[in-house]
């Protein structure tokens, strides 16, 4: 008959595992965010650009 022993530093190792990869998957999504900032900016600026444009063509012509 075997003897069923649980290796608890594979648990263990497990847990940090999982916790080191919910970490990372943390960080990335930051920095993906955090990237698109200057994207959001600049197409923030090219809209005010265009409605200025618009604007001025509709009141000069």
Request: glycine share 4%; aromatic share 8%.
């Given at each position: 008959m075997s003897d069923p022993q649980?290796?608890?530093?594979?648990n263990t190792q497990a847990f940090r595992a999982f916790a080191?990869?919910?970490?990372?998957?943390?960080?990335?999504?930051?920095?993906?965010?955090?990237s698109r900032l200057p994207l959001y900016i600049a197409l923030g600026v090219a809209l005010v650009i265009v409605v200025a444009v618009v604007g001025?063509?509709?009141f000069v012509a």
């Open positions: 649980v290796d608890p530093a594979g080191r990869n919910q970490e990372e998957a943390a960080q990335e999504a930051q920095q993906q965010e955090s001025y063509f509709a």
